[in-house]
């Protein structure tokens, strides 16, 4: 396979105007901004940026990809690089040389599935009262302390977070640099609805997404597993027949993304989050089916010169990106009634119009791109928006829109940003900068309605407001920094598919060099400082 130094703008200039074009849309000045509510993250050395732009180029060919023959098959999912021996859907019929962790209460597979057998407490601890984290301090159990503690607040000891439930004051961890409280939990009980206590061992549990709380919830020949999430945290759900992977070791290693659920199944996903459709916590997702009434016509990429595995591997990128796109069609929708709901102002809901109108035409343009790689006309089946509107109250909607647009626009943004640069298929490219250029809107949105939120909130809602950013924001970093690190193959970026440690680096240069400092911004204009 023939490999191009792809050109493209660094990275670090492109987080520099999309931040910049951020804040003016917010009326605030282009300085450096920083936050006593979030601070940010030296994960592994500073930002993504001082460690220079993405690499595109010199990968390596492209060994051991998934043998797909023609096109892919598109009766339900994408299957693309599976844990099967075709990279088709895999079905988890047993748990081979099973090891139960003391700590976790988890079994571990020896393909690396861990799931849960039965709902155990969790083994902690309290440290004695002599420093932060796992080194001392009296944690706190829910039962006194200071009035007004908050969750991700600064400290010094655990005492400093005795008033939250099992308080404590985690050194450094999370994404932060100094010591913030957390509360934990020790059993299911102590969580909420669809959610399950998973255990660390070293703090008190946290609180968990769940479909499921132990095996016997999910059937015979099927357990209660964890499993990643490219556009929410990490969650417990049932295995399926229909699970293209275990683990995102399944993936492959050039860049075949993480093992994530997306509404029904397990499946590899590597592409640009946009707008998740996010219920309770979890992306929700259309299945793929054979249809010719979502295409854009005018669509028509340059397919010479690929393999016929390099096409099936953009067409499953594309259609994938479709899904992705088709859902976020339901978060606005979702969000425009949110919005009048409230009695937000006329001109959120207009541009929260916009915005759908918007997500419809891409999808529209990513179905049609997955079509043409594909050779099969393809276009999403129905989705399941059961559940969606539980909680309307404003707080609940704005931790919604802090990850679905605040979070998940401004990567998706720079991610089609990126893409685009180093495209070379004039569809593609034309996608990719349409895109590009919409997200950045609808995270302009996004921060807006945030701030009109802020206005309305009382302290504590404002507090409780900071806490939540700061925990998406360590949950979005931990996932990014955590990411696939191969190269991308040059000739699958210059059809719009950005992977590996191109994608993991621009996931985290959104979240360190945007996201973070621009919520900071917000939090300190509109949020009074905690006080201890």
């Known amino acids: 396979m023939s490999r191009t130094q792809l050109s493209r703008t660094p990275l670090s200039k492109q987080t520099s105007v999309l931040r910049t074009s951020l804040l003016l849309s917010l009326g605030l000045a282009p ?157 299911d009980g102590d969580c909420g609805i669809r959610q399950i206590c998973a255990c660390d061992g070293i703090t008190p549990g946290r609180c968990v997404s769940a479909g499921c709380a132990v095996d016997s919830d999910c059937g015979p020949n099927a357990f209660c597993a964890e499993v990643g999430a490219v556009c929410g945290a990490s969650s417990f759900q049932c295995t399926s027949p229909l699970d293209e992977c275990i683990t995102s070791g399944d993936c492959g290693p050039k860049g075949g993304g993480t093992c994530a659920f997306n509404g029904t199944n397990r499946a590899c996903n590597n592409a640009v989050c946009g707008r998740p459709f996010l219920v309770d916590e979890t992306p929700r997702m259309a299945a793929i089916e054979t249809r010719a009434d979502w295409l854009d016509a005018s669509l028509t990429p340059n397919t010479s010169g ?30 425009n009634l949110q919005l009048l709901s409230l009695g937000a102002p006329s001109d959120l809901v207009e541009a929260c119009n916009r915005a759908l109108a918007d997500e419809t035409a891409h999808a529209r343009s990513c179905f049609a791109l997955a079509s043409a790689y594909g050779g099969t006309a393809v276009g999403p089946a129905r989705l399941d928006i059961e559940h969606c509107f539980e909680d309307t109250s404003l707080l609940a909607i704005a931790k919604l829109v802090l990850r679905e647009g605040c979070i998940g ?44 939120a802020l206005s309305l909130s009382s302290a504590d809602e404002r507090h409780e407001l900071a806490r939540e950013a700061a925990r998406q924001l360590a949950d979005f970093e931990s996932e990014a920094r955590n990411a696939d690190r191969s190269p991308t193959d040059d000739q699958l970026a210059a059809h719009g598919s950005v992977a590996g440690e191109a994608l993991r680096a621009i996931h985290l240069a959104a979240v360190r060099d945007v996201t973070r400092p621009l919520l900071a911004t917000l939090f300190d204009i509109d949020t009074p400082s905690p006080t201890h």
């Open 31 to 187: 300085l450096a901004c920083g936050g006593t509510v979030i601070s940010a993250s030296d994960g592994e050395g500073g930002g993504t940026s001082q460690a220079g732009a993405p690499s595109y180029g010199g990968s390596e060919p492209v060994a051991g990809a998934p043998q797909i023959a023609g096109a892919p098959s598109y009766g339900g999912s994408i299957a693309l690089g599976g844990a099967g021996p075709t990279g088709g859907a895999t079905s988890v019929m047993a748990c081979a040389l099973p090891e139960f962790d003391s700590v976790t209460k988890l079994i571990t597979c020896a393909n690396g599935l861990r799931h849960r057998a039965q709902a155990l407490a969790c083994a902690y601890i309290k440290p004695p009262p002599t420093g932060a984290g796992g080194e001392g301090g009296a944690a706190g159990d829910g039962s006194g302390g200071e009035a007004g503690s908050v969750e991700f607040s600064s400290c010094q000891t655990n005492a400093d977070c005795a008033s939250l439930p099992r308080g404590y004051c985690e050194n450094g961890g999370g994404g932060f640099e100094a010591p913030v409280c957390r509360s934990g939990c020790l059993d």
């Open 306 to 335: 690929l393999t016929p595995v390099q096409r099936a591997q953009l067409a499953a990128h594309w259609a994938r990106l479709g899904q992705l796109e088709h859902a976020s069609i339901a978060a606005f929708a979702r969000f």
């Open 409 to 452: 626009e401004t990567a998706a943004s720079l991610e089609a940003l990126a893409a685009a640069e180093v495209a070379r298929d004039p569809a593609v490219k034309r996608t990719l900068s349409r895109i590009a250029r919409d997200e950045l809107t609808h995270a302009e949105l996004a921060f807006k309605f945030l701030r009109w």
